[in-house]
């Protein structure tokens, strides 16, 4: 039998050399932790604002209970964790099959522990925590996976980063509570039908949060006050962005600014690509190609232009600064065979963002060549980091294995930045970067879905993947419009996605054109930044007449929308609202609304219904009850708790709105 006891305001379980540590964190919320050494591990990896809420904790011979506001943690003699509501509705319990309660309808001959920690040879422990699993739960969040299903009971997830795929660990069950697993390590994680399991591959420690509530929002909302809320959007960042792979010279960037100008159409950002720089990890400009940076920057600024520029994390061994970061352990380095991260162009490897003197070093380069020419926003890519073979085994940064700690990597990537933004008094930062970890959001990541395809299935992709990210508490997200790899601007098939794409993208929190299109553009030279190639077109007039209508139109409700998207930021800034919501976030209490896997609310009064597949020109939509719905195009009305046929021919995504007055802002007539 387990010793339990009460000790510094948590509740504290002793049971053969393990010692699991129940304690208040947050509203409505506990922290569990477990681990089988001589002192607790004192990490807080994501989490953070403890508060002060004094739980109430009973123990008696039949075993325990720690009680914080609406949640309850209940603890068997045998050590078996039960978390329940304030209406002693069971949330979530250990799956435990062995015989330690002979009086348990559970007790069994398997011999299955909840908490598994498997010693390591000379090491820490492999972990497994096992939870009993209801098949009708429902579960969201998670962060970003290449797969089409919101919902992701069945579901098996990776847990560790790569192109495309972010691990931000925190869900919401349809069974009223949030559950952060709050460990950086690598693992998986199994959402089975008999059974929900999580995995590190090697860990100190059992370390996760849960939370109760009586909606999405209030779980969501709860898990921002502990983990932190994105800054207040920037105004350039609500409006469009314009991308390619890549512009090759200063001249081609202004010259397509003053495109957008002399055409009068919106535009917020403009961003230079890759491979601007001379070698991989000297952040700078490469002055043969783009000689004058300091006019560049301000002709675009008298444009209302804001200049993104991309950074890397890798430092070519060639890079001027390889050698002194390679002295002061600054950079990733490798457990076996020759040191490399990346081979892009050359063989590289990444700068070690958990080392704050590698922070420090790197911040100090980017304020020198870009940052005091007036540049203020950062594109941080290969931010998983990107490795040319995925061996997490084989990396090992300041902070520890990569297969333990290796998925702080981008939260650590953007808080170099963050906090030296911050330190010269800038507010409202956003910086975009290509992955994320929990907690990630408080240090302005934007985070974009990666190199990803230029086709409808991969639209649907990111439609699940986009609204998990902000269910996983990353309310800022973004994808390359019309896809990534491929697409020919000639090419009808590819123009249908593209136009579908971007109606899509003028309801995402930010609207970004991205891509690498055919025909590729040759190199420029064979030295330096002249070394790398492009892609095609990519501008808003480079795809025939009709798409560009049709972005044009687009273009100007996106920025007729401005004072509603600035609302919607004013949200996820205060108490951590995802900007884009799936339909049971606002509408909880109508059940059919968890039923539906194709549209979301953008902000609380705008219903979008994509459409994500080629040749279709109509589309069912369900309007959710407990409002009357207006069509945008035809100002029908509808009362909510009905699904009906709706008409899409291709310049139109089909909108509702709750708020009749927001339909002549959506369409002018």
Sequence with gaps: MSIIREENGRLTVCYNNETMW?????????????????????????????????????????GASIRNGSIT??????????????????????????????????????DIDAREFQPILGGDYSLTARFESDPNERLYGMGQYQQPYLNLKGCELELAHRNSQASVPFLVSSLGYG????????????????????????????????TAGDTPAQIEEQYAAVTGTVPMMPDYGMGFWQCKLRYQTQEELLSVAREYKRRGLPISVIVIDFFHWPYEGEWKFD???????????RELKEMGIELMVSVWPTVDYRSENFREMKEKGYLINT?????????FLNDSLHYDATHPGAREYVWGKIKEHYYDKGIKIFWLDEAEPEYSVYDFDNYRYHLGPNVQIGNIYPKCYAQTFYEGMEAQGQKNIVNLLRCAWAGSQKYGALVWSGDIHSSFESLRNQFAAGLNMGMAGIPWWTTDIGGFHGGDPSDPA??????????????????????????????????????????????????????????????????????????AMAQAHEKGTPVMRPLFYGYPQDSQTWEVEDQYLYGDHILVAPVMYAGQTSRQVYLPEGAVWTNVWTREEFLGGQTILVDAPLDRIPLFVSDATLAELLDPR
């Design 22 to 62: 129940i304690e208040p964190w947050g509203e409505n919320a506990l922290r569990v932790r477990a681990c089988k050494q001589c002192q607790m591990p004192t990490e807080d990896w994501a989490l953070m604002n403890r508060g002060n809420y004094p739980a109430e904790i009973q123990v008696t011979s039949e």
């Design 73 to 110: 943690a209940k603890v068997s003699r045998a050590g078996v964790l039960t978390f329940v509501n304030q209406e002693g509705k069971v949330l979530l319990e250990e799956y435990v099959r062995n015989r330690s309660d002979m009086r348990s309808p559970k007790c069994s001959a398997l």
């Design 179 to 210: 559950f952060l697993w709050n460990n950086p390590g690598v693992g998986s994680v199994t959402f089975g039908k008999n059974l929900t399991s999580w995995h590190a591959v090697s860990t100190k420690v059992l370390d996760y949060w849960i």
């Design 287 to 297: 002055p043969e190609y783009w000689p004058d940076p300091d006019a560049m920057v």
């Design 335 to 343: 457990d076996r065979g020759f040191p490399n991260g990346l081979r």
């Design 494 to 567: 590819f123009r249908e996605v593209l136009v579908r794409w971007f109606q899509y993208g003028a309801f995402c929190p930010v609207m970004r054109l991205h891509g690498d299109r055919m025909p590729h553009q040759k190199p420029l030279g064979t030295e330096r930044g002249g070394r790398c190639p492009s892609g095609g077109d990519n501008e808003v007039w480079s795809f025939g007449e009709e798409a560009y209508e049709i972005c044009k139109k687009y273009l100007f409700l996106r920025e007729r929308m401005r004072p509603y998207t600035e609302e």
